[in-house]
């Protein structure tokens, strides 16, 4: 596909691989959809940013687990410029939580993570699924994580989600081809604050100096790698849906066989 004068929507754009996701499409003449849920500032910074590559960037506040939220972002993208190309599902939830303790999570927790990290791209992929369709192509893009294949991650409700979210882009990919392609990204540790937050800064940077140690590609990634990767599947990957992209240098393969002596 060709993304210049394109329109993407990237949920959760107003940080981390989100806002990425906008800059990258920018630099290649997209125009770009930042949407926020709290952090209207940052988003409005990233937009700023964005419009110094010479595209023109809309903010729109709105939470996806919300369907009116969904249709009304949607709605603000085809009344600026009348055409969705493109969506990248990457606003998402969590707690964390280790996954032995069984009493750290509540049923009202899973429901406001799958409300996010699932529902959420449901519903944004329906709000435009028929704009895309009637332009006879479109490009979906999830953002999932490893913990969804390999049951890892921040908590179990977070991986339990993320596995979901994988299993709807298959079903999502046979239900909407030939004319909308859906593809997820996978990936693994992703340096930055919503981590570094989350679990802390020492076990942080523990974590971060292991992987930098094994993983066969001797680094973690970066909000850009997981950008450049959603950004392929939309404009380089034209014969490919329903597909997974594990982006964790690596780290998936574990230990390195030993060496016959």
Request: charged fraction near 20%; glycine fraction near 12%; proline fraction near 2%.
């Amino acid at each position: 596909m060709d993304i210049s004068g394109a329109v993407a929507i990237v949920t959760g754009s107003s940080s981390g691989i989100g806002a990425a996701c906008v800059d990258l499409l920018a630099r290649k003449g997209c125009n770009v959809v930042v949407n926020y849920s709290r952090s209207e500032a940052a988003a409005l910074e990233v937009a700023e940013g964005c419009r110094a590559h010479g595209v023109e960037a809309l903010v729109v506040q709105a939470d996806v687990s919300r369907d009116e939220d969904c249709r009304r972002l949607a709605g603000a993208a085809l009344e600026q410029w009348g055409r969705i190309d493109a969506l990248v599902n990457n606003a998402g939830t969590t707690k964390f939580v280790a996954h032995s303790d069984l009493d750290g999570l509540s049923a009202e927790d899973f429901q406001a993570i799958y409300a996010v990290n699932v529902v959420g791209p449901y519903q944004m992929t329906r709000a435009v699924a028929r704009a895309m369709k009637a332009a006879g192509q479109g490009a979906v893009v999830n953002v999932a994580s490893m913990a969804g294949v390999m049951g890892t991650g921040s908590s179990i409700a977070y991986a339990a989600s993320k596995g979901a979210l994988n299993v709807m882009t298959l079903s999502l990919a046979r239900a909407l081809g030939p004319e909308i392609r859906v593809n997820t990204v996978c990936p693994g540790f992703v340096q930055g604050n919503w981590l570094r937050n989350g679990m802390g800064a020492e076990r942080y940077d523990r974590t971060l100096g292991a992987l930098r140690a094994n993983n066969p590609l001797k680094e973690a990634g970066t909000p850009r790698d997981m950008a450049e990767c959603a950004v392929w599947f939309i404009e380089g990957a034209g014969m490919v849906t329903g597909e997974f992209l594990m982006v964790d240098g690596g780290n998936h393969l574990g230990a390195a066989p030993l060496k016959a002596r």
